[in-house]
């Protein structure tokens, strides 16, 4: 498995977690950009990043790459 597929899967992951913070808006109206949101799906996507990296570790050989993922 490459990098970039591991990036390109958490960017995607990401996305689908900002859009799903929509879910709970009850009126079509109160549908806007959010500071708020945007935070949170990135922080997710940083979370769900260290966690897969962590358990998939045997399938990522490069220690400098993954150090610089993993380091906050």
């Known amino acids: 498995m490459s990098y970039w597929r591991f990036v390109a899967?958490?960017?995607t992951s990401t996305v689908v977690m900002f859009?799903?913070?929509?879910?709970?808006t009850y009126a079509y109206e109160h549908i806007f950009?959010?500071?708020?949101?945007?935070?949170m799906a990135l922080l997710m996507g940083a979370v769900?990043?260290?966690i897969m990296l962590s358990f998939m570790l045997?399938?990522?050989?490069n220690k400098a790459i993954n150090i610089t993922m993993l380091a906050p």
């Open 9 to 11: 899967m958490i960017a």
């Open 19 to 24: 859009g799903l913070m929509y879910i709970n």
């Open 33 to 39: 950009f959010s500071k708020t949101r945007t935070y």
């Open 48 to 50: 769900m990043a260290v």
């Open 58 to 61: 045997s399938m990522y050989a």
